[in-house]
T-cell receptor, first 113, second 113 residues
């Protein structure tokens, strides 16, 4: 039973436009959420996180939004760049930390020049 | 600084053989995590160590899997005997503490024939 779901296996956007990656979760105990980015033949790298006490966190071109009532979070990338092309994983944990992460299956983002 | 180092990067073996995957965490990190990525189940936490001590191995699929961390700079994940369903990418990650950001290695792609 997948507790963290990324329903879109892939997403394609034009360079300069906004990329929106979505993630849904079912476990109401999750209180810390993260996004990781993964390039081929590399391990995932941490991108941005958000605590359940917030509904938005921003870091440069990357913004994560959290809607607790809908159990939904999204990652916005503005503007998208070809170097952003990668697999993006949503992850969640209980206890407000990076401990014992539950990952989604990932969304492949392709940014076309 | 060197990141997390995993070896081998690729492993092809036959069913029934013993497989040993190796990980060198980032120097100074005291928490180490082993993950497995498959198409069906995505990225799953298998086991994690804190200060070389296994804290939670509830994600280890069965007794054929074992992990050790004899010192702060080395960990192994062993599968004996290996089965075709063990084919996956195995990632090692380390962090400054159990609640801190995890840094992933490049992974070992295992194929069991």
């Amino acid at each position: 039973d997948q507790q963290v779901k990324q329903n879109s296996p892939s997403l394609s956007v034009q360079e300069g436009r906004i990329s929106i990656l979505n993630c849904d979760y079912t476990n109401s105990m999750f209180d810390y959420f993260l996004w990781y980015k993964k390039y081929p033949a590399e391990g995932p790298t941490f991108l941005i996180s958000i605590s359940s006490i917030k509904d938005k966190n921003e870091d440069g071109r990357f913004t994560v939004f959290l809607n607790k009532s809908a159990k939904h979070l999204s990652l916005h990338i503005v503007p998208s760049q070809p170097g952003d092309s990668a697999v993006y994983f949503c992850a969640a944990s209980v206890g407000g930390s990076n401990y014992k992460l539950t990952f989604g299956k990932g969304t492949l983002l392709t940014v076309n020049p | 600084d060197a990141g997390v180092i995993q070896s081998p990067r690729h492993e092809v073996t036959e069913m029934g053989q013993e497989v040993t995957l190796r990980c060198k965490p980032i120097s100074g990190h005291n928490s180490l995590f082993w993950y497995r990525q498959t198409m069906m189940r995505g990225l799953e936490l298998l086991i994690y160590f804190n200060n070389n001590v296994p804290i939670d191995d509830s994600g280890m699929p069965e007794d054929r899997f074992s992990a050790k961390m004899p010192n702060a700079s080395f960990s192994t994940l062993k599968i004996q005997p290996s089965e075709p369903r063990d084919s996956a990418v195995y990632f090692c990650a380390s962090s400054w503490g159990i609640q801190e950001t995890q840094y992933f290695g490049p992974g070992t792609r295992l194929l069991v024939l």
